[in-house]
């Protein structure tokens, strides 16, 4: 009996003190509603949960995700990855922006296996932002990791902060670029990627 008393304890949430289930239980009653009807009562820990998934870039290792995954190469044309979903949290109402990422580089010796830059994507969307850092921050990164000639990254998106108060324009888009190296001083390099993934409206 001792033992199972332990388990229980262990896996109470109420016991991690990383735990934000007290504050949201506190933040549903100031909103005027009952934390302790059917429908709520798990509601806390599932907002831990849930917000420590959209927050999970925070604890990833960038560095431990990329280094098996970077390899040399004579390939110099540019690498297009387009579409890649993302979501994000915006750090000014901490609700949900999301749209897709297109992200282009051109070598120098080195590239990044294609599957690791959508999850690159994730390791800075997951965190409390802003669309342009979002942008800048991939781009950076790449840019530090493989030294490439250049970086593009274009960032379309939609933001509930905008669909569902203040301006309600439900279906504005936002789309934010960060060129680097030859796609910022090449025009022709820079015409070939947005021609390649021209922005498109129905995300
Ligand atoms: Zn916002």
Known sequence: MKRSKAVVKVMSPKRDPNSIAPLVHE???????NPEREGLLRTPERVDKAMKFLLGGYTMDLHKLMNQALYSVKYDEMVIVKDI????????HLLPFFGKMHVAYIPNQRVIGLSKIPRLVDVFARRLQIQERLTQEVAQTIEQLIDPVGVGVICEARHF??????????HSGAVTSAMLGAFRMNKETRDEFLSLVQPRTEI
């Open 161 to 170: 902060c905008m669909m569902m108060r203040g301006v309600e324009k439900q």
């Open 85 to 92: 979903e993302f979501f994000s949290l915006c750090e000014h």
């Open 27 to 33: 933040m549903i009653a100031r909103l005027g509603e």
